[in-house]
């Protein structure tokens, strides 16, 4: 029997592998034994990160249709094919703490705004998975995950942002969701040529938020935290794996219990 999770020798593609997550998702993919490539914007941390773990990287603008069609290209011409893709790019809370305009009340909240994110988190996730099964479909399938949210399943609490620098916004929920019901149409459609489509959607991760926030978040929590970034490696490399294999359409929420409540 094949060891559980074990992605020796398979070709995976990282999108979006700077990030709290997405740099556990690169150190964990390596340590799995993948033969790993990961990508992100070239003004992010994406040169240091390859530099730290002996990877190749690649500058990717998910916003940009040309530019994600030359970086998966390029991806399985340097790997041979793609056997995995990850597409973990994102505008978060977290992310955005130094904005204002997009942490705005709803009654006030920006178009340009909403359009931003759902260009990155939504538009940009539909095509780098456009691409990923483009290729796929050629060499004979893999698996595609999809980086959803718990704020795709549920809606948030805002009692627990009350006070803080940075909020939930409508956008990020909204794209979210939206990846979701993207994962299960592509899913079916794929299915007949061996590609393998889930998403896989994280509860709050620990990210340097203020100890007051996180006390908040905890509490709503029924394993009483939030997810350490590495407590999401398992499940990713899970659906990567062949141990997933029959596993397709599917979103696998790592959330510490809190839609159980």
Request: some cysteine.
């Amino acid at each position: 029997m094949m060891a559980p999770f074990n992605l020796k020798g398979k070709r995976i593609l990282l999108v979006g592998a700077t990030g709290v997550l997405g740099s556990a998702f690169s150190r964990g993919l390596k340590s799995a034994g993948a033969s790993l490539i990961i990508a992100d914007l070239k003004t992010t941390s994406i040169d240091k990160i390859a530099s730290e773990i002996a990877l190749e990287s690649l500058y990717i603008d998910v916003t940009n249709e040309k530019s994600v069609i030359e970086s998966i290209s390029t991806a399985a011409s340097v790997l041979g094919s793609l056997d995995g893709v990850v597409s973990n790019a994102a505008i978060t809370s977290e992310s955005l703490m130094g904005s204002q305009s997009i942490f705005s009340k709803l009654e006030d909240y920006p178009l340009e705004d909403w359009k931003k994110t759902i260009d990155v988190n939504l538009s940009g996730t539909f095509l780098v998975a456009r691409e990923a099964g483009r290729i796929m479909k050629i060499s004979g399938g893999g698996s595609i995950v999809l980086t959803s949210s718990i704020y795709g399943v549920v809606g948030p609490d805002h009692n627990i942002y009350e006070g803080q620098s940075f909020q939930s916004f409508p956008g990020y929920s909204a794209s979210k969701a939206g990846i979701i019901g993207l994962t299960k149409w592509l899913a079916t459609w794929w299915a007949k040529d061996g590609i393998r489509v889930n998403a896989l959607s994280p509860g709050g991760v620990i990210n340097n938020q203020p100890n007051d926030f996180v006390d908040r978040y905890s509490e709503r929590t029924p394993l009483g935290r939030m997810a350490e970034p590495d407590d999401l490696t398992g499940a990713l490399l899970f659906l990567l794996s062949d141990s997933s294999s029959y596993c397709t359409g599917q979103n696998l929420i790592i959330d510490g219990g809190l839609t159980a409540w």
